[in-house]
């Protein structure tokens, strides 16, 4: 470990790899921590707090512990995962779902190099791993933080074909509601007071994106799972640091896809009922 004692660093956990600290650019060459990678480390172990725990549930209950994580990117989030909590076990294997090929080529020249051999990585779109042959019939958990375009409510919908037992979102591109919302502006506000809540731009922007999220909500509640929704602390920098944790339980929140309707219907978004109600 190039003489790096973890003892003088104790934003490091015992066992963390250092090699994939340095590569994923949160250990400077030298070994040490810089302000801004100090704050991503923090990010990490805040989220990593939320998320071991729906791993040891499953490893625990024997499960076989499948997770895959959409709209990857770096793999920044599977591979410290895997360090934390997968490396120390025997089973359980992490796919990272991605629509840049280098990303996909760099995260798998990675993984061969630390020898994190039950990692994949795939070159799909999000939209599209439903159908892939390259994933298992059924996961256990999906992640998918601040997945970019559609990929948030792709995963969404992946995570409710494969009968994911924990969703795990940090929402992003909130912009879909809200281009709906700013389109049918002039009928809404001939309409009703409560469009004065997007009448502005930059209120459509903030109120769009609420919304968006809380659709999201009442959808997976529609489909029986339990939900948390809370803030990522250290997250400060970023606008988009809700977390949805969701959890399976098969009871399904009675009024929830009526709630959905009404708001769809009251605020004019019926053309995104399909994205929100199947």
Same mark, same amino acid.
């Given at each position: 470990?190039?003489?790096?004692?973890?003892?003088?660093?104790?934003?490091? +956990?015992?066992?963390?790899?250092?090699?994939?600290?340095?590569?994923?650019?949160?250990?400077?060459?030298?070994?040490?921590?810089?302000? !801004?990678?100090? +704050?991503?480390?923090?990010?990490?172990?805040?989220?990593?707090?939320?998320?071991?725990?729906?791993?040891?549930?499953?490893?625990?209950?024997?499960?076989?512990?499948?997770? /895959?994580?959409?709209?990857?990117?770096?793999?920044?989030?599977?591979?410290?995962?895997?360090?934390?909590?997968?490396?120390?076990?025997?089973?359980?294997?992490?796919?990272?779902?991605?629509?840049?090929?280098?990303?996909?080529?760099?995260?798998?020249?990675?993984?061969? +190099?630390?020898?994190?051999?039950?990692?994949?990585?795939?070159?799909?779109?999000?939209?599209?791993?439903?159908?892939?042959?390259?994933?298992?019939?059924?996961?256990?958990?999906?992640?998918?933080?601040?997945?970019?375009?559609?990929?948030? !409510?792709?995963?969404?919908?992946?995570?409710?074909?494969?009968?994911?037992?924990?969703? /795990?979102? /940090?929402?992003?591109?909130?912009?879909?509601?809200?281009?709906?919302?700013?389109?049918?502006?002039?009928?809404?506000?001939?309409?009703?007071?409560?469009?004065?809540?997007? +009448?502005?731009?930059?209120?459509?922007?903030?109120?769009?994106?609420?919304?968006?999220?809380?659709?999201?909500?009442?959808?997976?509640?529609?489909?029986?799972?339990?939900?948390?929704?809370?803030?990522? /602390?250290?997250?400060?920098?970023?606008?988009?640091?809700?977390?949805?944790?969701?959890?399976?339980?098969?009871?399904?929140?009675?009024?929830?896809?009526?709630?959905?309707?009404?708001?769809?219907?009251?605020?004019?978004?019926?053309?995104?009922?399909?994205?929100?109600?199947?």
């Amino acid at each position: 470990m190039s003489g790096i004692r973890l003892s003088a660093i104790p934003e490091i +956990r015992p066992g963390q790899s250092i090699e994939l600290l340095k590569a994923l650019h949160i250990l400077t060459r030298d070994g040490k921590l810089n302000q !801004d990678s100090r +704050r991503k480390l923090k990010q990490v172990h805040h989220l990593y707090h939320f998320i071991e725990p729906l791993l040891a549930e499953i490893a625990d209950s024997g499960g076989s512990l499948t997770l /895959v994580d959409h709209g990857a990117g770096k793999s920044y989030l599977g591979f410290l995962l895997y360090d934390l909590f997968f490396s120390h076990r025997d089973q359980g294997h992490i796919y990272g779902v991605e629509s840049r090929a280098e990303l996909v080529e760099h995260a798998r020249c990675l993984a061969s +190099r630390l020898a994190f051999t039950r990692m994949s990585f795939l070159n799909l779109r999000v939209e599209n791993a439903i159908e892939s042959p390259e994933l298992p019939a059924r996961v256990d958990i999906v992640t998918a933080l601040h997945a970019c375009d559609t990929a948030t !409510d792709d995963a969404i919908r992946f995570a409710l074909h494969k009968q994911a037992k924990f969703i /795990v979102l /940090v929402p992003c591109c909130q912009a879909e509601v809200a281009g709906v919302l700013r389109s049918r502006k002039g009928e809404s506000l001939a309409q009703m007071p409560l469009s004065e809540l997007w +009448r502005h731009p930059i209120h459509t922007r903030e109120f769009g994106s609420q919304l968006t999220n809380a659709l999201r909500c009442l959808q997976l509640e529609a489909q029986g799972y339990q939900l948390t929704v809370t803030e990522l /602390v250290g997250w400060e920098h970023s606008m988009k640091n809700e977390l949805i944790i969701a959890r399976h339980t098969g009871v399904a929140r009675g009024n929830a896809t009526t709630r959905l309707e009404q708001i769809l219907q009251q605020l004019n978004l019926d053309e995104l009922r399909a994205r929100f109600i199947y």
